[in-house]
């Protein structure tokens, strides 16, 4: 069983994801894998709606939330708005959030919370930049990413995910190799054990980064690597399908 995640970024307006669903064939594609996309917060009740028009079998999730419930907090979607929506997933700590709108990891832990108390799946992404790899730094930082979030996921109710996402594979074409991917998947999961207990074994790792149809079923194979979180490739249904298919 593998999970195919799309995250659609600031592509994909409502009439978009409806298109997309409309185009979607799953044909081939193995029972029991987990497919999710995570349309922006406008699109997700459109993409709810089609995703269980064409079949049910396409989860849908939300790219970013606010931890309060409600409140004065302009441009923000709350978690129960996006369960209300019909979202049951959550993207928390993505590059771009973290990089491009300046979210600490303090953020992303009180995110998780918010993620988790009104049941949304939370899919915490980290990875490391490209000067961070090359001073050999790729274990700290996904430690500490990890860690921050840890308090929030706690083994009673462990159903979430992580992704390893290295910014310098995101939107560039630059795959990790398998063998980097399985080695940080690696240290992530020795953590979550570490932390969790055993039953953290079952966590879903999903890599992140530049991952297409040429490159899925290398990587889906690769040691400790449970699914794929797809930027670009997931906007074309042919091409998210080819994805899923590659899982087996
Ligand atoms: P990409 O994006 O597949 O376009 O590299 C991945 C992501 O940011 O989740």
Redesign the pocket.
Known sequence: MAVIAG?W?MHMGPARARAFFDALDLSGVGDGHDLVVFPPAVAIEAAVGAAKRAGGRVGVGVQNLYWMDEGAFTGETSAPMAVEAGAGFA?VG???RRHLFGESEGDTALKVGAARRHGLVPVL?VGETLDERKAGRVDEVVLRQLNAALPALTSADRRFFV?Y?PVW????GETATPADASEAHATIRARLVDALGPAAADVPLLY?????PGNAAELLSADEVDGV??????LDPASFAAIARAAG
């Open positions: 995250n970024k993207l993505h590059s771009e992404c992704a996402e594979a995101i939107g560039t992140g980064g530049s991952v297409k979180l797809v930027g670009g490739a997931s």
